[in-house]
């Protein structure tokens, strides 16, 4: 396995574990229970986790009355791209 698929791996992994943080959050604020930090969910939003945030938010319809998650989320989708053509072109 070449070094780009193990970070693409890695990509798809981290997006997909910030996917299930969203759910996980959502099934706390329904419960009422301890609730993940707001700015936890936005840095992994930005930090290469924005199509996760995104799925996350939609599929599990959290957050998404609050503008700033979604420029976090379309933010951390265009530095996800960005990342991915580095990559890419090494």
């Not at 969203?22 to 609730?35: M, T």
């Not at 986790?49 to 799925?55: D, E, H, K, M, S």
């Not at 938010?57 to 580095?86: M, S």
């Amino acid at each position: 396995m070449s070094l780009k698929n193990i970070i693409f791996l890695v990509l798809a992994v981290w997006n997909f574990i910030v996917f299930f943080i969203y759910g996980l959050d959502k099934n706390k604020a329904e419960r009422g229970a301890w609730r993940i930090p707001e700015k936890a969910l936005l840095l992994e939003s930005i930090c290469l986790g924005g199509l996760g945030a995104f799925c996350g938010g939609k599929v599990f319809h959290h957050k998404t009355r609050k503008w700033y998650f979604q420029v976090c989320w379309y933010l951390g989708i265009i530095i996800d791209a960005v990342f991915v053509y580095l990559v890419w072109r090494m």
